[in-house]
């Protein structure tokens, strides 16, 4: 799938926007120079009727060959007199080509039919823009994440997983395996979550993070006001989707079947889901039916985080730091 549209649309907007400011700035650009020097003007003016004083050689019986070969030399005549006016008055040699943010893909976002570098950059911004809207906390990478935060005794386990999630993201495609990550509340899953998401967009994927709570309320409000919307739909097709603070959520009939429908349609395609909770292995079961907690529980690989909330010692010394 990759990106989602709404970046791709976005972008696209973006550089047919620029496409429209070059050609403006050429046509400003364009008056200027004539209006310093009416020469340039009829200079242009005269290779502009060069295609219609071709068709009349064509037309007048005389040497074709000859007379076309008259209107080039004569058409590179005028353009390196227009060249020597545009020097005269300090203007750059390109002065009368249009500008682009990108030469590479004159801002049309592809080059040989393949997305530019430009264009990808970007819809990454963008799709940053969009999770860390769906987030408490910004998008972030690996490298604000250390275990020294936790306890001696849980660092070894804690390593463990920040190297397996590291692993995971750097190796990140549409085949990766599911994630369930469990343990209390402010142990770093959300951040773990984002750093993944953050590697899998630097690398062209399309990434949905959402808040269990939020996007069942509003599959629930869409199913009964009869709203059409394509949440659901998005949330099976897209290649990652990170599915924060599961148990949160109220269930209702409607939302567990609709939750089984996208964990087992995802597993049956092999699309990779994250999924944290602050429930453990037991809690479980008690929370969703079977259908769902067996295939969470058994499909899924299972990471838990122990210790205590790191959010204090974080925020401790980021105040230390501040009287720094």
């Not at 050609?23 to 364009?30: T, W």
């Not at 269990?212 to 599959?219: D, Q």
């Not at 097709?237 to 429908?261: H, K, N, P, R, V």
């Amino acid at each position: 799938m990759g990106y989602s549209k709404e970046s791709y649309l976005k972008a696209k907007t973006i550089l047919d926007r620029r496409r429209i400011e070059s050609e403006n700035a050429l046509e400003e650009r364009r008056n200027i120079l004539f209006n310093r020097s009416p020469e340039a003007r009829e200079l242009e003016r005269r290779i502009a009727r060069t295609s219609l004083d071709a068709a009349r050689a064509v037309y007048s019986g005389k040497d074709v060959k000859s007379e076309l070969e008259n209107l080039k030399i004569k058409n590179q005549t005028s353009q390196k007199r227009i060249d020597d006016i545009i020097a005269k008055l300090g203007f750059p040699p390109n002065y009368l080509e249009k500008w682009y943010k990108c030469d590479k893909c004159q801002d049309t976002g592809y080059v040989n039919d393949k997305m530019c570098t430009c264009m990808k950059n970007i819809i990454r911004d963008f799709e940053y823009e969009r999770i860390n809207n769906s987030s408490s906390l910004k998008l972030c990478g690996f490298d604000t994440l250390s275990v020294d935060y936790y306890d001696e005794s849980e660092r070894d386990d804690m390593k463990k997983i920040l190297d397996y999630c590291k692993d995971y993201a750097n190796g990140f495609s549409q085949n990766s395996r599911s994630i369930l990550m469990m343990g209390k509340s402010g142990l770093g899953k959300t951040h773990i979550s984002l750093a993944i998401a953050k590697a899998a967009v630097d690398r062209g994927y399309g990434v949905i993070y959402v808040s269990a709570s939020t996007v069942c309320k509003k599959m629930e409000y869409e199913r009964f006001n009869e709203k059409i919307d394509d949440t659901e739909r998005a949330l099976m097709e897209c290649d990652l989707l990170i599915f924060d603070d599961l148990g949160t959520e109220f269930m209702t009939a409607f939302l567990m079947s609709t939750l089984y429908t996208i964990i087992n349609k995802r597993l049956a395609e092999s699309k990779p889901t994250i999924m944290s909770t602050n429930f453990d292995f037991n809690e479980i079961p008690k929370i969703y039916d079977q259908r769902i907690s067996s295939r969470i529980l058994g499909a899924y690989k299972v990471l838990t985080f122990t210790g205590k909330d790191i959010r204090v010692k974080q925020a401790i010394e980021g105040l230390s730091d501040d009287e720094e």
